[in-house]
């Protein structure tokens, strides 16, 4: 029973457009969420985070929108450049509950040149 | 600053053998965990370090996986008898419990391949 989910196994953008990562969970106990992004045979790494008590969050390019009533989280990434070509994983926990995350499947982006 | 050294990177076993992972995490950080990440899957947590005590093995198939953080800083973790479903990458993380930042700092990881 995947607590958090990634529809998307893969997405594809042309550069300079927008990239959108879509992430759903399914307990609403929830309330801290993180993006991390993975380039190949790396581990992944951290990009931003956003805090139930938001509904945006933004840095630089990046920006994480949550909808608590929808139990759904997206990244969105303006513009896409070829670099941000990775596995993105969305992950999902509990504030104050030891760090303890739960990871959804990933999906790989391809930014197009 | 140094970022959380693993080795091996790649380990070829049969199955029914024995294999150990090392983890050095980032100086200072007091929380530690080992996932395993199967192909296609996301990262899922085997077992959480607080200094040398456990905060959370719940998922840790115990009766042929072992870790141990001694002095709280490096940590091993074994896998015996190894079955073939046990291939995967194993990721090593740490962070800082500071409260403030959630942040874990993932290590690149070892691909470990049972056949």
């Known amino acids: 029973d995947q607590q958090v989910k990634q529809n998307s196994p893969s997405l594809s953008v042309q550069e300079g457009r927008i990239s959108i990562l879509n992430c759903d969970y399914t307990?609403?106990?929830?309330?801290?969420f993180l993006w991390y992004k993975k380039y190949p045979a790396e581990g992944p790494t951290f990009l931003i985070s956003?805090?139930?008590?938001?509904d945006k969050n933004e840095d630089g390019r990046f920006t994480v929108f949550l909808n608590k009533s929808a139990k759904h989280l997206s990244l969105h990434i303006v513009p896409s450049q070829p670099g941000d070509s990775a596995v993105y994983f969305c992950a999902a926990g509990l504030d104050n509950y030891g760090q303890n995350f739960v990871f959804g499947p990933g999906t790989r982006l391809s930014v197009l040149p | 600053e140094a970022g959380v050294a693993q080795s091996p990177r790649y380990k070829i076993i049969e199955k029914r053998q024995s294999v150990a992972f090392w983890c050095n995490p980032i100086s200072g950080h007091a929380t530690l965990y080992w996932y395993q990440q199967i192909l296609g899957q996301g990262p899922k947590l085997l077992i959480q370090?607080?200094?040398?005590?456990?905060?959370?093995d719940s998922q840790l198939p115990k009766d042929r996986f072992s870790a141990e953080r001694l002095k709280g800083v490096d940590s091993t973790l074994k896998i015996q008898p190894a079955k073939l479903e046990d291939s995967a990458v194993y990721l090593c993380?740490?962070?800082?419990?500071?409260?403030?930042?959630?942040?874990?700092?993932f290590g690149p990881g070892t691909r470990l391949t049972v056949t």
């Open positions: 956003i805090s139930s008590i938001k």
């Open positions: 370090f607080q200094n040398n005590g456990v905060v959370d």
């Open positions: 993380a740490s962070s800082l419990n500071s409260g403030v930042s959630y942040e874990q700092y």
């Open positions: 307990n609403s106990m929830f309330d801290y």
